[in-house]
């Protein structure tokens, strides 16, 4: 237990640590991006070069080195001149044609300008605005904030740029409808966005359109291309299309950003020059543009404009609680600050760091500690009851997954549409099924199938069941599991084989049947040592097995085809009493319809054929299956061979072809032959015959099938001689085989069930069927 516990510690450690690292990650992400876009370039008291130039033009704070007035001297250059003209209100601010918006530490947003181009509904032109910005050879180039945006449903726009780089680029944006156009972001349909390259001085955009807006023009006569910010422009879908107002709000949201810098020497260089431009508390800048030039940028811990004179000032963190995380005392130091405790406190001062804690000098060795000691009792009682809280909910709710995943909502629905059944079927708890199979021992396994495993249950009172537990789950076996038990539930008949209940908890469903103790009828046909399986023992388990599917035909509050009728699903039980198994193939066939039209599904060497090639399920399918099994009752042969010649391959092709030439005789069962009368014989023949007809319709129903046997049976019981006769003449072999009949041979009576749907694999079997299949 102990060490357990210090395993749990570790781990709930190990998780904290994660987590802390996580978090920690997620906030230098965040820091980094907030502090990034602050301008403290019009931070500060003094921006402008002096006190008498002007600080303001309309609502533009105008900070060093940019200067207000032509000729003034209160900017770095001519290119810095600012224009403030006063015949609007409020005045507007502008750096040769080019209004100005907003200044920052690095870049200035000018107006736009935006190409147009209007058709008629003939594909005219009727409205050609270009555009064009020259930079020249200014300190600016557009920043790569901006993209070249193109709106419209069957244009193509180029942007050419020069003045020191070569570039063009463009994008195409069609659309054929208007509801196809998304609504808030440039996809390519109605709208399309490039980027461009840093540093580029000049653009000219030029629109062409590839059929003049003609298919179009119902809902989109114009188109437009800008180059302007990204994040301010926002695609309002077609509505933009029909907005008349579109250019206009365009214009005066979307400004073009242009990243400006001082000159065109390097920091290295200008660091050296006479009018290096970066006072105190200030770091200079290279500018990333290519063509030279610096920026200078504040400390950390200093803010202001660094192109004025004293500098960048120290910005005093404690004078806003907000800036720092001091608890106590907060000492400003320049570019940074101090924390600290007031006399009789110790720590760092820091809110997110230990704090301010009192000094108190008795006894604080062992007050520390206790309190440590307490601390970390309470901490492991605390994550213990927490560890164990949250493996019991984890639990349960895995339950209640498993039984959602397992179909119990299709079950209950399929079982209260389905009306009654309910109360006879249990509904285990996965302890319960676990409990019984000894969790699911090796030394309790009946038997391996296609897919799943039989396990042999005890349950608490006594009773010994078969437990059926699928191997893997997907979807239609789950719905394979679910069509088992809804039949199952339905039918009642003292040959069919019993559900008890289910479980739907586990991890795959799992079914809970009557424990059949002896095995499958196709184990007792193969072992030809079986001294029981007498002709008149054959015949009375075939009419129980057609009996049992004349029921499931008829009887049953609705019809139920089988569709996986062989010996492997026909169980023996200690009396050797059939009961017919395996439901999960099964169809319930609505009362209105004669057949239902399914994906092929059955076991080779027993499918009929017409159902094969149809996908046409009726009852006469079952009837077919059983025929073949008659047919193995008869001559003990295994329905397909591969070690029998290719025309005996097939057993009901082989069967048919001897009654044909009069060999019956040759291929039954010598025991068989012994003990039956040559009428009975040639009367089981004859059915054998009917069952296998290729068309449905010619053969008998089950119930004719079952009152025929049941008839043959009569006529046996009046010549009881036979079958004692057959018992004296094998009793010699009974002895040795009769014990490994018993349950150690593993019995597979839910196996074998082979999906066709048209495509076969590389498997012979599978690939020689239709070959062999009775036509
Ligand atoms: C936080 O960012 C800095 C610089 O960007 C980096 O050096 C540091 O490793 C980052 N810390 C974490 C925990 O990611
Ligand atoms: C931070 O900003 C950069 C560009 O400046 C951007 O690419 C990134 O996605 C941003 N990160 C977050 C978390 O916003
Ligand atoms: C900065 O402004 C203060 C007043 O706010 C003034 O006293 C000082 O002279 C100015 N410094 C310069 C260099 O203009
Ligand atoms: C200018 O400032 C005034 C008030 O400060 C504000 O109402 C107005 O919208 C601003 N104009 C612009 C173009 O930002
Ligand atoms: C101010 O703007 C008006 C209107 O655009 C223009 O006519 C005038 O010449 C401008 N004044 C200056 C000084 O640029
Ligand atoms: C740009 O193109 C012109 C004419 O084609 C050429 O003379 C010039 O060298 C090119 N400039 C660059 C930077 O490639
Ligand atoms: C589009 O119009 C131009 C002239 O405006 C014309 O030369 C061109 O052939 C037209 N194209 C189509 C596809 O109509
Ligand atoms: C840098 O600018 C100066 C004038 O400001 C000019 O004389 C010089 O030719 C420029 N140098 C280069 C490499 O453009
Ligand atoms: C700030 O704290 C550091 C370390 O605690 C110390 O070295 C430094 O002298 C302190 N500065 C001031 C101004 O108190």
Redesign the pocket.
């Known amino acids: 237990m102990p060490r357990i516990l210090i395993i749990r510690i570790a781990w709930f450690y190990l998780c904290g640590l994660a987590l802390t690292a996580l978090i920690s990650a997620a906030q230098n992400n965040t820091n980094t991006n907030t502090t990034a876009p602050v301008t403290t370039i019009t931070k500060g008291?003094?921006i402008t070069k002096?006190?008498g130039c002007q600080r303001q033009c309309g609502n533009l704070t105008v900070p060093y080195p940019f200067g207000v007035g032509p000729g003034s001297g209160c900017a770095i250059g001519t290119w810095f001149e600012i224009t403030c003209n006063t015949s609007f209100n409020p005045p507007k601010p502008f750096i040769g044609q080019l209004e100005i918006y907003d200044i920052s530490d690095s870049q200035i947003r000018i107006s736009n300008v935006m190409a147009k181009k209007c058709y008629s509904q003939s594909g005219a032109l009727v409205q050609d605005n270009t555009a064009w910005t020259n930079l020249g050879t200014t300190p600016y180039s557009f920043s790569e904030l901006n993209k070249f945006t193109v709106i419209g449903c069957d244009d193509f726009a180029l942007i050419t740029g020069s003045e020191g780089l070569n570039f063009t680029s463009g994008c195409v944006s069609l659309c054929s409808k208007a509801e196809d156009v998304p609504d808030g972001y440039c996809s390519g349909i109605g709208c399309c966005q490039t980027s461009i390259p840093r540093g580029l001085k000049y653009y000219f955009a030029s629109l062409s359109s590839l059929k003049n807006h003609t298919t179009v023009s119902s809902f989109d006569p114009c188109s437009y291309a800008f180059l302007g910010e990204q994040d301010r422009f926002i695609f309002r879908g077609a509505s933009d299309f029909s907005d008349p107002n579109f250019m206009q709000r365009t214009l005066a949201t979307v400004p073009i950003v242009l990243d400006w810098a001082l000159g065109n020497l390097s920091c290295s260089a200008a660091q050296k020059a006479n009018d290096y431009a970066c006072k105190a508390n200030s770091d200079c800048v290279d500018s990333e543009t290519g063509f030279g030039g610096y920026r200078c940028s504040c400390n950390p811990g200093y803010e202001g404009n660094p192109y004025?004179?004293?500098g960048c000032q120290d910005i005093n963190e404690c004078a806003d609680p907000n800036n720092n995380p001091c608890e106590r005392i907060c000492i400003n130091t320049p570019g940074a600050y101090n924390c600290s405790c007031p006399g009789g406190y110790y720590g760092d001062g820091k809110k997110d760091g230990r704090g301010c804690i009192a000094n108190n000098k008795e006894l604080p060795v062992i007050k520390l500690s206790l309190g440590l000691g307490f601390g970390f009792l309470s901490l492991l009682v605390g994550i213990t009851w927490l560890y164990f809280g949250i493996k019991k909910r984890k639990l349960i709710k895995l339950r209640e997954n498993f039984f959602q995943q397992n179909g119990g909502l299709l079950l209950k629905q399929q079982l209260s549409s389905n009306g009654g059944g309910v109360e006879s079927t249990k509904v285990f708890t996965a302890e319960e099924l676990e409990k019984a199979t000894n969790k699911y021992a090796d030394d309790r396994i009946l038997g391996r199938g296609g897919y799943g495993t039989v396990y042999k249950g005890i349950l608490p009172d006594k009773r010994i069941v078969a437990i059926k537990k699928s191997r893997i789950m997907d979807e239609s076996q789950i719905e394979q599991f679910i069509n088992e038990m809804v039949i199952l539930t339905q039918v009642n008949h003292r040959n069919v084989v019993k559900l008890l209940g289910c479980c739907l908890e586990a991890e795959v469903p799992l079914l809970v049947y009557e424990y059949v103790s002896s095995g499958t009828l196709f184990h007792h046909i193969q072992n030809s040592a079986m001294t029981w399986l007498s002709w008149e023992d054959r015949l009375r388990i075939a009419a129980e097995a057609a009996g049992a599917l004349s029921y499931l035909h008829s009887a049953a509050s609705k019809p139920v085809i089988h569709r996986d009728v062989k010996s492997a699903n026909i169980l023996l039980d200690e009396y050797y009493t059939a009961k017919i198994s395996d439901f999960g193939a099964s169809r319930l066939v609505p009362l209105d319809q004669t057949q239902v039209t399914t994906l092929v599904q059955g076991t080779l060497g027993y499918l009929d054929p017409e159902y094969f090639h149809t996908s046409q399920l009726t009852e006469k399918s079952d009837v077919y299956s059983f025929g073949v099994v008659l047919a193995e009752l008869l001559t003990g042969k295994k329905p397909l061979c591969m070690e029998r010649s290719q025309k005996e391959r097939n057993l009901a092709k082989y069967f048919l072809m001897s009654m044909k030439e009069n060999r019956l005789f040759q291929i039954l069962e010598p025991r068989v032959v012994r003990e039956g009368s040559l009428e009975q014989l040639q009367a089981a023949g004859e059915l054998v015959k009917r069952c296998l007809y290729l068309s449905g319709v010619d053969r008998p129903t089950m119930k004719e099938v079952a009152m025929e046997l049941e008839g043959l049976r009569k006529f046996t019981l009046r010549h009881p001689w036979a079958n004692q006769h057959g018992h004296e003449e094998s009793m010699g072999l009974m002895t040795e085989n009769e014990a490994s009949d018993l349950y150690t041979v593993p019995m597979s009576p839910y196996s074998d069930t082979v999906p066709l749907s048209g495509q076969y694999s590389s498997d012979t079997a599978r690939v020689m069927f239709p070959a062999n299949s009775p036509r």
């Open positions: 008291a003094n002096s006190p004025v004179s004293p």
